[in-house]
């Protein structure tokens, strides 16, 4: 393995772990949370990012002091990092926006179940590049799926006719959509180029996917940003469904009228 690739990796961990630990700081300082166990549940899987994260940068340092080349741990590390930051991000909308408790559970365990066959497809050597590529379309739906969230949260507050008075909100709403949006397009095109690039060459051994699924876990990194420099406070979000459903009955009763 070259030696730029493992510092990259080792940069792209390291920016990792203090993103994760101010995620964890604020889930952990949740005002509207009262439930000291909720709070542990809630930071619980940005700890687990952060241990992978902690887990590739020992694992970049034996393969420094090591004389030989070690590929399988490269991708599993990678390739389950990207997934468990997927997997949180979009649950993280979910609890922000309100969406129901179970659909945020079903988003952890789809999200530990899928890294498991991630895992699984990492190690084995076989055919590594065409089910990279498929793990990366995979992603770039998920990723996409939080963007379509946060347009319909915008869409939500502009019919709600709060776009007026409150402006701040919207263009938090914009930072977000666009710090999801750009992710699933780097995965998405990482994914048809390995395909196409094991298509035209007729071979799946390529050795510079290595290279696409790093730049697809450092964009995904964007998606953090948001929540770690600017949260969406919840006091936000009420009023807006309060609004639209006032909205909604109204022109329920009109048009019955």
Partial sequence: MTLALLVSFAV??????????????????DKANDNN???????????????????????????????????????????CSLQLSVGNNL???????????????LIYVLTVLT???????????????????LSLMHLAATSSLSSALLIRELKKHRDSGALQSD???????RKFIAANT???????????????????TKSDDIWWYRW?????????????????????????VGPIAIRLRTVRSTLTANSDT
């Avoid at 390291?14 to 700081?25: C, K, R, T, W």
């Avoid at 649950?91 to 559970?105: E, G, S, V």
């Avoid at 402006?167 to 709403?173: K, T, V």
């Avoid at 780097?186 to 094991?198: K, L, P």
Wanted: hydrophobic share 55%; aromatic share 10%; with cysteine.
């Fill in 12 to 29: 792209c961990s390291s920016v990792a772990i203090p993103l994760s630990g101010m995620l964890i700081y604020h889930d952990i300082n």
């Fill in 37 to 79: 166990w909720k709070k542990i549940f809630a930071a619980l899987p940005e700890a687990c990012q952060m241990s992978l994260s902690g887990a590739g940068l020992y694992a970049v340092v034996v393969a420094l002091r090591s004389s030989t080349e070690v590929y399988w741990w490269y991708n599993a590390v990678v390739l």
């Fill in 91 to 105: 649950a993280r909308i979910l609890r922000t926006f309100l969406h129901p408790r179970w659909t945020i559970w």
């Fill in 115 to 133: 890294a498991l066959d991630i895992l699984y497809m990492a190690i084995d050597a076989e055919a590594i590049s065409t089910t990279t590529s």
């Fill in 167 to 173: 402006r701040a909100f919207p263009q938090l709403l």
């Fill in 182 to 200: 750009v992710p699933a397009l780097v995965q998405m095109c990482g994914g048809i180029t390995i395909v196409v690039a094991a298509l035209a």
């Fill in 212 to 236: 696409i699924i790093l730049s697809c876990a450092a964009t995904q990194l964007l998606s953090c940003l948001p929540f770690s420099l600017a949260r969406i406070d919840r006091h936000f």
